[in-house]
């Protein structure tokens, strides 16, 4: 099973080269990969006992239940061939649908092999969170299929109706997959099923799973998003909307039948809201005028009669609805191409457009009508055979009281009825006559379909009547799924062709017979019914509900993120401040044990960093305010050394130097003071605010602290860095090791730190590296108005790129300095990447000690020092460093370990000894990179870019008041003139 998905999963990605090289013949080889898993489903078809099912598992996330289970048993058998045999005949069908020149096609071979790929992994998913994976996956897939048109406004509306719908869904049924899962002690669809636990929570968990399915098989009231989707290619209406998705609810509801379908809850929402369904679905679809539309409200009508029988529970009803899910997909997808190939040769969907076309195309009339007879029910199909079967079961059922069942088996009736109507309805507008001797406008100017156009809705049509004919034999295919379900005292009936004389046989004439009458009827109940505005429309109530959302959402935002500094933090504060003390003080609290200081140094620390804290909220001067808060991170760097952790005093002392130099930076563009502002009423309110939040954090803090029972982590913590992450610095080992995947989530914070701020910078596009001194001569040659280029270089320089800056701003002691100090640096930073992983440092320490080498090379030399001090874009370093990351953390998944797993060799070198290696090195190289181009990233933005972007105002001011002055003088003179004269 797993290699079949594997199979199809690199199909997927390749299936773009393909339809890029071959052309829309690409879709053959395309189709060869479901082929192939329809030939492995065939051939290891489930054996009749469900305990002998085929299961196989790899270990995903075991910490969190999430291994990939499958299980192959007869109802995943039974969907798998829906899914890669239809998958298979639409993807021959797009070969000749779509020709070469449209655009997307060969992304859409790749998607629609994705979609069966996610289809198969969720009917063989034992595991209930995997298969919400690719529940999932098939609603993102949905979304980019049926937007296939994208630049058509009713493509993207309907993609986003069904993504929103179906995701709403899904959300709910993750829910209730957690719920399950934890009451139930497992998340193994086939253990819960096997010993299903009971109570209200339960039946909650259930009814939001019900919820998941609901909204994917488009029952009441989550039916309107099917329709809409018919704006997505005629393949995906016939795969996606036929056979294949909207059967994933129909899937799920079967799954969990046989031991939930006993409860209230479930009865109420899948038979109840399946016969509205039906009922309400086969009505809308007479009055609809788009071949397509009236299949898609057949195909709510016929989903909602599919949850009805796999829902109530009952083994004969339950094979009845296993024929039917099978017998819809055959005539469902063939009717579906066939409209696809009106459209594609006539150019319209439209049944008042469409005449006399049967005479035109006897061949795709005949495959139509051989569809169409499953669908209505007419005999030999298999479409007859299910409802038969149907009306029997349903009307002997134990799993209701007889009137219960009886008035179920009434409305089933009627809903076959209208069935039968809409089907006749559908034929009659595709290939009718109406009333005309010749074809109409639209059927005279067609051009007839290529011959291997007729190929898979024809093999479709023809399997739907092959199967209705051998039915006694199907059945013995779906009994072992039926088996699983309570048969309330009544033997598994077998299915055929006939049963002899009685009830079903009289439905069903009733059904053939009260069907063409009210085809017959229609266009008097299209006068005096279909003319009246419906006084519920789901798509108006979505549409409504969008606009209350948005609504919403606006007063919220206007209310709470006006655009104000103050008022955006005031509301976060208040947010901080007020849930965690009210959870705190709502529940019960430990008796507060309080250590003051454990020496007068750190309360000579911790008063310095109030006094600065006080001293950045008095000050007015933005650098002294900087200054000054500088000073609190550098107390916290005192206090963690104090407090015995080198490693991160080394790493916030590094960090509060290079903040203080980005600081001052931005500091160059802004005044000195901020503009004085008359509001001063709300002074007090802030400052309450934040003292507030400062007594709300030590609080929290104190309780946190004296609510500990057990022995503290940290005691055993240096000893299990040694033992698990081979390395003495405790700090280094639970960022490259133990917690890695929380380095790997900040770095990647980091890098989107460092896009944002060049984005806000640059902002129409992103430029390369710094300018390097051998850049001077073109600048000056394009003559962009910087002061500094048009300095002729000094021949004494202690920098290479200082030459070229204004003697004006040259420091001759510091430019000596950073001479003598920046390789030391260097060497420092790689010593800290090195030793890390046993003595303070590692990647984060070194990278910032290399940032801070690359700040004093730009303080010293300027922007052209910059760019010869590492001439190399950001950007390709924040890129390596992630790749290096990413790699290192999945190359251990190759080897059969966990992602980020880390590896530990010892060698003898001779002179130098034993020398222990710790794999977890390369990741630490990662980290170090992109600290090092987040670095030169900042400098790049903030400080080369803005003195180009300051030089260039300068001159053009100084150019502006030159011209001023040249003006004013010649208006003078002009003046003076004329009073002379």
């Known amino acids: 099973m797993i290699t079949v998905l594997a199979a199809l999963a690199v199909c997927a990605l390749v299936a773009p080269a393909v339809i890029h090289w071959t052309g829309t013949r690409g879709f053959y080889v395309l189709a060869l990969a479901p082929l192939g898993g329809l030939i492995w489903v065939v051939l290891n078809w489930p054996p009749t006992d469900a305990a002998a099912a085929r299961v196989e598992t790899v270990s995903w996330v075991p910490s969190l239940q999430m291994d990939i289970v499958t299980r192959f048993d007869t109802l995943t058998a039974i969907l798998s061939v829906l899914i890669l045999g239809v998958g298979a005949l639409v993807l021959c069908y797009c070969a000749h649908y779509f020709d070469d020149a449209r655009p997307r096609v060969a992304v859409f ?4 092999v994705a979609f069966a790929a996610a289809m198969f992994g969720l009917v063989i998913s034992d595991n209930m969170l995997v298969l919400y994976v690719f529940w999932e996956l098939t609603t993102v897939l949905s979304f980019m299929l049926v937007g296939f048109y994208g630049v058509r406004a009713t493509a993207r509306r309907s993609a986003t109706q069904a993504l929103l719908v179906t995701t709403f869904g899904g959300l709910a049924m993750l829910v209730g997959i ?79 039948a046989p031991a939930f379908s006993v409860t209230i809850s479930w009865q109420i929402a899948v038979v109840g809201l399946g016969l509205v369904t039906m009922v309400l679905g086969g009505w809308r679809s007479l009055r609809e005028l788009d071949l397509k539309l009236i299949l898609a409200f057949g195909t709510v009508s016929q989903l909602g009669f599919m949850a009805v029988l796999v829902g109530i529970g009952d083994a004969n009803v339950a094979m009845a609805g296993i024929a039917m899910l099978v017998a819809h997909a055959l005539f469902k997808a063939s009717l579906f191409m066939v409209v696809g190939i009106i459209d594609h040769s006539t150019g319209t969907r439209d049944v008042r457009k469409l005449a006399r076309l049967g005479h035109r195309l006897p061949g795709l009339a005949i495959t139509a009508a051989v569809a169409g007879a499953s669908m209505a029910g007419i005999p030999i199909t298999l479409g007859f055979v299910g409802k038969e079967t149907a009306f029997a079961s349903v009307w002997e059922t134990g799993a209701f009281v007889p009137w219960q069942a009886h008035a179920v088996d009434i409305v089933l009736l009627v809903g076959s009825i209208i069935t039968c109507a809409y089907t006749l309805r559908f034929l009659w507008g595709a290939f009718g006559r109406k009333v005309r001797n010749t074809p109409s406008p639209a059927v005279a100017k067609m051009h007839p379909p290529t011959w291997p156009f007729y190929f898979s809705p024809v093999a479709l049509a023809v399997a739907g009547v092959a199967a209705g004919v051998f039915s006694p034999q199907l059945g013995d295919l779906f009994e072992p799924y039926a088996e699983t379900l309570d048969g309330y005292g009544h033997e598994l009936e077998h299915l055929a062709l006939w049963h002899g004389f009685g009830l079903p046989v009289v439905f069903s004439i009733i059904v053939i017979v009260g069907g063409a009458l009210l085809f017959l009827g229609v266009r008097r109940v299209r006068d005096r019914v279909f003319g009246f505005r419906p006084l519920v429309n789901a798509d108006r109530i979505y549409d409504a509900t969008l606009r209350g959302a948005d609504t919403l959402s606006l007063l919220l935002t206007r209310n709470t993120q006006r655009g104000s500094l103050p008022v955006t933090q005031g509301v976060i504060l208040c947010t901080a401040i007020l849930l965690p003390t009210a959870v705190l003080f709502a529940g019960a609290r430990d008796r507060l044990t309080i250590d003051y200081t454990a020496t007068a140094v750190q309360l000579v620390i911790g008063g310095c960093i109030v006094a600065a804290s006080l001293s950045a909220v008095l000050l007015r001067n933005r650098l002294a305010a900087t200054l000054v808060v500088g000073i609190t991170g550098y107390g916290c760097a005192m206090l963690f050394a104090l407090y015995g952790a080198p490693d991160l005093a080394l790493t916030q002392f590094l960090v509060e130097t290079l903040t203080l130099v980005i600081f001052v930076l931005v500091l160059r563009k802004l005044p000195a003071e901020p503009e004085k502002r008359h509001a001063t009423g709300f002074k007090p309110l802030r400052a309450l605010i934040g003292l507030a939040f400062g007594a709300m954090l030590v609080l929290i803090g104190l309780f946190a602290a004296s609510a500990r029972s057990t022995e503290p ?121 090195y030793a890390g992983h046993n003595a303070p440092g590692g990647g984060f320490a070194g990278g910032l000690t290399m940032g801070l080498a690359l700040v004093l090379r730009y303080l010293a030399g300027g922007r052209y020092e910059l760019g010869e001090a590492l001439p190399i874009e950001p950007g390709r370093i924040l890129g390596a460093g992630l790749a290096v990351s990413a790699t290192t953390a999945i190359v251990s998944m190759f080897l059969g370990a966990p992602a980020l797993s880390s590896a530990v060799f010892e060698v003898t070198v001779p002179v130098l000894g034993d020398i222990k290696f710790v794999t977890a090195l390369f990741f630490d190289l990662g980290i170090y990179l992109i600290v090092v181009g987040l670095v030169l990233d900042v400098l790049r933005s903030l400080g080369a870019r803005l003195d180009v972007e300051t030089t260039i105002a300068r001159t053009a001011a100084r150019i502006g008041g030159s011209a001023n002055d040249t003006t004013t003088g010649d208006t003078a003179n002009a003046t003076g003139g004329q009073v002379s004269r």
Do not use: C
């Open 109 to 112: 071979g790749g998607e629609m």
């Open 178 to 256: 957690i719920m399950l899962g934890e009451r139930s002690g497992t998340y193994l669809l086939s253990e819960i099923i096997s010993a299903p636990p009971t109570g209200v929570y339960v039946d909650i968990a259930v009814v939001l799973l019900l919820i998941g399915a609901l909204t994917k098989s488009a029952i009441v009231p989550f039916h309107f998003w099917l329709p809409g989707a018919m704006a997505a290619p005629t393949p995906v209406s016939a795969y996606l909307h036929a056979a294949a998705m909207v059967k994933a609810g129909i899937y799920l509801i079967a799954r969990l």
């Open 713 to 833: 982590l940290h005691v055993d913590l240096p000893e299990a860095a040694y033992d698990y992450g081979h390395g003495a610095n405790a700090v280094n080992v639970l960022l490259v090791d133990i917690r890695a995947w929380d380095t790997l989530g900040e770095v990647s914070v980091l890098i989107a730190a460092a896009t944002g701020v060049a984005s806000m910078v640059f902002r129409n596009r992103r430029f390369g590296a710094a300018p390097r001194v051998a850049d001077a001569a073109r600048l000056q040659a394009g003559d962009n108005g910087d002061d500094d280029d048009h300095v002729p270089p000094d021949r004494t320089t202690w920098l290479l790129g200082s030459g070229l800056r204004d003697p004006r701003h040259r420091s001759m002691v510091l430019e000596a300095t950073t001479r003598l100090l920046f390789p030391t640096m260097v060497v420092l930073s790689i010593y800290f990447f």
